[in-house]
């Protein structure tokens, strides 16, 4: 069974940064999928970011020339590097991990959620 495990979250002024961490606990690591989502507080939860297995990036618009996910993750691990934060970022932050080819195919796994604060 896949476990991600978050960490990273916390209160930040408007205007500076943060990064995210999420490790990956599996036999084996094959994701096809695996990045961010997030969920303010009222609102439903949405797309952050994710990777591909090809290593193909997807932003949502309001992470576009904000938010990272760095090219030199360590092994089993997705970071997000969030610049420029601003108070409407605040939000819980989710990791998650679809599975591929050859276990768990297209199967969903989540953090437990850390939470981003941004202050004004």
């Known amino acids: 069974q896949v476990q991600l495990v978050e960490s990273g979250g916390g209160l930040v002024e408007a205007g500076g940064s943060l990064t995210l961490s999420c490790k990956v606990s599996?036999?084996?690591?094959?994701?096809?999928?695996m990045g961010w989502y997030r969920q303010a507080s009222g609102k439903q939860r949405e797309l952050v970011a994710y990777f591909t297995v090809g290593g193909t990036r997807t932003y949502a618009d309001f992470a576009k020339g904000r938010f990272t996910i760095p090219r030199d993750n360590a092994r089993n691990t997705v970071s997000l590097e969030m610049n420029g934060l601003k108070p409407e970022d605040t939000a819980i932050y989710y990791c998650?991990?679809?599975?591929?080819?050859?276990?768990?195919?297209?199967?969903?796994?989540w953090g437990q959620g850390t939470q981003v604060t941004v202050s004004s």
């Open positions: 599996t036999s084996i690591f094959r994701p096809d999928r």
């Open positions: 998650y991990y679809r599975g591929g080819r050859p276990f768990d195919v297209l199967k969903e796994f």
